[in-house]
T-cell receptor
Framework: GAVVSQHPSWVICKSGTSVKIECRSLDFQATTMFWYRQFPKQSLMLMATSNEGSKATYEQGVEKDKFLINHASLTLSTLTVTSAHPEDSSFYIC??????????FGSGTRLTVV | GENVEQHPSTLSVQEGDSAVIKCTYS??????FPWYKQELGKGPQLIIDIRSNVGEKKDQRIAVTLNKTAKHFSLHITETQPEDSAVYFC??????????FGAGTTVTVRA
């Protein structure tokens, strides 16, 4: 079946540094990718939607200058958390839409900012 | 926007018994309703989905029912096993675009 590879699976970074998370659709072309954030024992919160070759659309309350999303090709989208702070520590998950399989989720990235 | 409510938040069942999770949605235009299972530290895995032109769908021990009039859908797991223990999320979307998730149900299957 369809696979979305997300890396890294976990990362620890120092406060003030930037972290990049990658999502690749391995065997299909992802016309749209979604980025979610999930805090412990909570649901998935949509952060932004990205379409290949165009700017991402951010949900209300999500800082676009802090969470940079690049969807440069039909198989790759990246999320960069800039100037990370401890409150950005969370579980980040990507999801890709392709035909005909619909939504496929990545395995998630646990970000810890110290 | 779409609002999805999910109940219960926690569910404990004896192995072999059935588990039922219910969700309601607010946007009558929503037409796609997937259910996901999430294990600790992993991304959500699709377990079953249903579209608005169907009232019920079954896959072995898992079934989903949809009532469009009442705007609610349910997940049924029969003959539960310890490996069914996880967090389950319902979701809804319109025309295969943004998914709106329920708050999740933590299911514990007691051996």
């Amino acid at each position: 079946g369809a696979v979305v590879s997300q890396h890294p699976s976990w990362v620890i970074c120092k406060s003030g540094t930037s972290v990049k998370i990658e999502c690749r659709s391995l065997d299909f072309q992802a016309t749209t990718m979604f980025w979610y954030r999930q805090f412990p024992k909570q649901s998935l919160m949509l952060m932004a939607t990205s379409n290949e070759g165009s700017k991402a659309t951010y949900e209300q309350g999500v800082e676009k200058d802090k969470f940079l999303i690049n969807h440069a090709s039909l198989t790759l989208s990246t999320l960069t958390v800039t100037s990370a702070h401890p409150e950005d520590s969370s579980f980040y998950i990507c999801s890709a839409i392709g035909l005909p399989q619909g939504y496929t989720f990545g395995s998630g990235t646990r970000l810890t900012v110290v | 926007g779409e609002n999805v409510e999910q109940h219960p938040s926690t569910l404990s069942v004896q192995e072999g018994d059935s588990a039922v999770i219910k969700c309601t949605y607010s946007d009558s235009a929503s037409n796609y309703f997937p259910w996901y299972k999430q294990e600790l530290g992993k991304g959500p895995q699709l377990i079953i989905d249903i579209r608005s032109n169907v009232g019920e769908k079954k896959d072995q021990r898992i079934a989903v029912t949809l009532n469009k009039t009442a705007k609610h859908f349910s997940l049924h797991i029969t003959e539960t096993q310890p490996e069914d223990s996880a967090v389950y999320f319902c979701a809804a979307s319109k025309n295969d675009y943004k998914l709106s998730f329920g708050a999740g149900t933590t299911v514990t299957v007691r051996a």
